[in-house]
């Protein structure tokens, strides 16, 4: 490997035909770039849609009422019912959850209601949590703090605002954190501001969200002890559809629903859409390896075909070689040799070529398009695609290298 002369041949074989390894190494070279290409487009599109889960537990899952759709125990199809505080109670104390979080909201799910202070009135969800909705649902406090379980004991007004909340409501160099806020009627002393952790619709949901306790939440707009939904996380190393099968019956027999009503309770499973969106994206990246990988051997082989030609044009070469001493190993890693460093050239041209453009892209795409980030190749998908070229490099120049080594030297030295 590190003989200047066989260097030498080498080198001096490229320059002789120029074109025709030009064309030969193109091959390989567009593999490389192609996967680079396709490996960084595939993960832009997963960091795009991934970022939708940062900050959730994915072992969760929510749950809400809704209407029965079967008779049951004497009731008839068609009935409304709400959850209450003793269904908190009751879940809490279930083993199959780590987390029971029950929620309200004015105007029901994602409703709008005025908030005011001052001259200034926005629009906003406003919502009753208890603080446990921050080990579901992280949440980045970057002024003051967010809700403690003595808010909920003693029922305080006191309020978490969305970091879209503050803008609309104040202005920018002034300091929210101890101003009050009036909500039908109600007003909230300001204690914390967030700023959301994801990206994406639900990021934004939750900067246009004022937080309150959710027993002051009950008692300020006589909620009474109703329940909106519940966000729930499974123990550790249970699945969340398990634990969801097991809470869906609890709540069903609490209410007298049907068994078999799968409309009454609705619910909504984040493991399951963070499993199946997984997923997808592991076929996506077993696909993209197949066809980069299939377009390598497709130019592999072109570099084989080159080789075959090398070794016929230099069959007089290889005899001399032969009849002064020249062992069969030798003359095979020369080949080889030859073979791998095209191979490699070539490559390592792709795939600095490759991620140039992605980071062209990277660099014009920006934070702009929430569905593709950071479209980059692990270290690790580069290393494995170069060892690939590496055994691909020493497989096209095997078949050339056996064809040299059976060439009787003193036929080859006929050879014209």
């Known amino acids: 490997m590190f003989d200047l002369d066989n260097?030498?041949?080498?080198?001096?074989?490229?320059?002789?035909?120029?074109?025709?390894?030009?064309?030969?190494?193109?091959?390989?070279?567009?593999?490389?770039?192609?996967?680079v290409i396709m490996l960084g487009a595939g993960n832009g599109l997963k960091n795009g849609v991934m970022s939708d889960f940062k900050g959730s537990a994915t072992n969760s899952f929510f749950m809400w009422a809704q209407t029965t759709t079967k008779a049951y125990k004497g009731m008839k199809p068609g009935r409304n019912y709400y959850f209450n505080n003793a269904d908190v109670i009751a879940l809490s104390q279930m083993k199959e959850l780590s987390i029971v979080s029950p929620q309200i909201q004015l105007g029901g799910y994602r409703g709008g209601n005025n908030a005011i202070r001052g001259l200034k009135t926005g629009n906003f969800e406003v919502?009753?949590?208890?603080?446990?909705?921050t080990q579901i649902q992280e949440t980045k406090v970057v002024q003051g703090r967010f809700l403690n379980e003595n808010d909920i004991r003693e029922k305080r007004k006191v309020c978490v605002i969305g970091s879209r909340v503050k803008?609309?409501?104040?202005?920018?160099?002034?300091?929210?954190?101890?101003?009050?806020?009036?909500?039908k009627g109600v007003y909230f002393k300001v204690i914390g501001v967030t700023t959301p952790m994801g990206n994406g619709g639900d990021a934004r949901q939750q900067a246009q969200r004022i937080q309150v306790p959710f027993t002051t939440f009950q008692?300020?707009?006589?909620?009474?002890?109703?329940?909106?939904?519940?966000?729930?996380?499974?123990?550790?190393?249970?699945?969340?559809?398990?634990?969801?099968?097991?809470?869906?019956?609890?709540?069903?027999?609490?209410?007298?629903?049907?068994p078999d009503d799968m409309q009454a309770v609705g619910h909504w499973n984040m493991e399951k859409q963070f499993n199946k969106v997984n997923g997808l994206f592991i076929g996506i990246n077993v696909l993209v390896w197949f066809v980069g990988i299939g377009t390598l051997i497709a130019g592999v082989i072109g570099i084989s075909n080159i080789m075959l030609i090398i070794v016929k044009e230099r069959t007089k070469e290889i005899g001399v070689k032969r009849a002064i001493g020249a062992t069969p190993i030798t003359v095979i890693g020369q080949i080889m040799l030859e073979?791998?460093?095209?191979?490699?050239?070539?490559?390592?041209?792709?795939?600095?070529?490759?991620?140039?453009?992605?980071?062209?892209?990277?660099?014009?795409?920006?934070?702009?398009v929430e569905m593709f980030k950071n479209p980059t190749v692990d270290l690790s998908a580069a290393l494995i695609a170069l060892s690939v070229l590496?055994?691909?490099?020493?497989?096209?120049?095997?078949?050339?290298?056996?064809?040299?080594?059976?060439?009787?030297?003193?036929?080859a030295l006929r050879a014209e």
């Not at 001096?12 to 070279?29: D, E, H, M, P």
């Open 127 to 133: 919502g009753g949590v208890y603080p446990n909705i």
């Open 7 to 35: 260097w030498q041949e080498i080198i001096a074989t490229i320059k002789k035909n120029k074109l025709r390894t030009f064309l030969t190494s193109l091959g390989v070279g567009w593999g490389i770039f192609m996967l």
């Open 390 to 411: 590496v055994v691909a490099g020493a497989m096209a120049g095997l078949i050339p290298a056996r064809r040299a080594v059976s060439v009787n030297p003193v036929e």
């Open 167 to 183: 803008e609309m409501l104040f202005r920018i160099d002034e300091n929210a954190l101890g101003e009050y806020i009036l909500i």
């Open 219 to 258: 008692n300020a707009f006589n909620f009474g002890d109703v329940v909106g939904w519940f966000a729930i996380a499974s123990a550790p190393n249970l699945p969340a559809s398990i634990a969801e099968q097991k809470v869906l019956a609890l709540v069903k027999e609490r209410h007298k629903i049907a």
């Open 339 to 368: 073979s791998i460093f095209l191979t490699l050239m070539a490559g390592y041209v792709g795939l600095v070529f490759g991620v140039g453009l992605l980071e062209v892209i990277n660099k014009m795409v920006g934070a702009d």
